[in-house]
């Protein structure tokens, strides 16, 4: 993988998921940071097409990597599935055993303070880190915990969020005199603009030679393009400390840091087929299985294309590539955390997906080649 930063000249038009026109919904919101298809749609331009994978998008400051916090933590204390929390005093409690187990917070006898401190809402400042660098990461795939300190985010980083949203107001006038349009006459849309230092950052199997130029998002707004093999290398020290966790045959933390896709195609009756989302991996059972919690968020809506190749018989050229809408998706947010009684990989990263007896179909790990569903895993170690 060849990493690289994508730094904006300037403001970004990241136009999310909602059907938007003047006459129906006034309002275009923005989503930050853009998802993969919209990454791969600004690379196709500069590399003229082909295929590629790509890992990420995530952020940097300067030359180091930040991920989204784990969503699984009370404060800065970790959350734990009951049936891992022996000593807490609720351990009897009675749920639903086919659906997720509860969380609770996990007891040490020095989290009296943090847990106190939580309550009376000190740590819900705006200078709680919600994007923790790879040092903290680090520190958390090898221990299985975050550290009090390290929640805190740097004085001057904008750690807490590291983007502004501008509102921007579109006015159309009728000709001739002063008054806006009745129809389709005024709209407000969001722009992001990240803080200085603060770049996008992806890694992609091609290489590019910088410094480049791209459009990213709407309104032709450009992004730089920089090599930085630095962040290349964290991101293999943490991808390498993962795989070492998951090869351990015990309890294990999967920790999202892309928003996770995971449909499966089911049928009603005969002549209704469709394709359901749902916050965690089909092939992850919680009766009979290794599945057995999660911390998660709202779904990210995803409107994304589908692009296949056809014949045309009318030109010389054999084949074109032809774009068309797909079906809205909802992914999982980037830091959700799954609990596992060992760890179990995804079907959509096998290389090879067998379909009717062929392997020509090989759709269901496109979601991975575009950067979704990206995991690191933790060893639990307990208290």
Same mark, same amino acid.
């Given at each position: 993988?060849?990493?690289?930063?994508?730094?904006?000249?300037?403001?970004?038009?990241?136009?999310?998921?909602? #059907?938007?026109?003047?006459? $129906?919904?006034a309002w275009a919101g923005s989503v930050f940071p853009p998802n993969g298809h919209t990454i791969a749609g600004a690379l196709r331009g500069l590399l003229g097409g082909g295929e590629f994978d790509i890992t990420g998008p995530f952020l940097s400051y300067e030359n180091t990597l930040y991920l989204p916090r784990p969503l699984g933590f009370a404060g800065s204390i970790d959350l734990v599935p009951l049936v891992w929390a022996k000593e807490s005093y609720i351990n009897n409690a009675l749920w639903d055993k086919t659906q997720p187990c509860p969380l609770v917070k996990s007891y040490n006898s020095k989290d009296e303070e943090e847990e106190e401190n939580y309550n009376s809402g000190k740590e819900q400042s705006p200078e709680f880190r919600q994007y923790l660098p790879y040092?903290? %990461?680090?520190?958390?795939?090898?221990?299985?915990?975050?550290?009090? $300190?390290?929640?805190?985010?740097?004085?001057?980083?904008?750690e807490d969020k590291p983007y502004t949203i501008e509102t921007r107001s579109h006015n159309s006038i009728e000709p001739g005199t002063k008054q806006v349009k009745d129809a389709d006459g005024y709209f407000v849309e969001n722009a992001i603009r990240l803080y200085q230092g603060w770049s996008l950052t992806i890694g992609i199997n091609k290489e590019i030679e910088t410094p480049a130029t791209i459009r990213l998002g709407g309104e032709g707004h450009r992004v730089i393009v920089e090599s930085c093999p630095e962040l290349g290398e964290q991101w293999q020290e943490l991808q390498q400390l993962s795989d070492d966790n998951f090869q351990h045959d015990g309890k294990a933390i999967a920790y999202l840091v892309t928003p996770g896709v995971f449909e499966r195609p089911h049928k009603y009756n005969p002549e209704q087929r469709a394709n359901l989302c749902r916050p965690y991996p089909w092939e992850w059972k919680i009766k009979d299985g290794n599945f057995v919690s999660m911390s998660t968020d709202k779904a990210v809506p995803i409107s994304c294309r589908i692009r296949e190749k056809e014949d045309n018989t009318k030109?010389?050229?054999?084949?074109?590539?032809?774009?068309?809408?797909? #079906?809205?998706?909802?992914?999982? #947010? #980037?830091?959700?955390?799954?609990y596992l009684n060992k760890p179990q990989g995804l079907f959509q990263d096998q290389e090879k997906v067998e379909?009717?007896?062929?392997?020509?179909?090989?759709? %269901?790990?496109?979601?991975?080649?575009?950067?979704?569903?990206?995991?690191?895993?933790?060893?639990?170690?307990g208290n």
């Open positions: 993988m060849h990493w690289y930063k994508l730094t904006p000249l300037n403001i970004l038009m990241l136009r999310d998921a909602k #059907p938007f026109s003047p006459q $129906e919904r040092e903290v %990461v680090k520190e958390y795939l090898e221990s299985g915990r975050i550290n009090k $300190e390290n929640w805190q985010a740097i004085e001057g980083r904008h030109s010389t050229t054999k084949s074109i590539t032809k774009s068309i809408p797909a #079906p809205q998706v909802f992914a999982a #947010p #980037p830091g959700s955390l799954y379909r009717n007896g062929s392997n020509k179909d090989n759709r %269901v790990n496109n979601w991975r080649k575009l950067g979704y569903s990206e995991m690191l895993w933790i060893k639990y170690q």
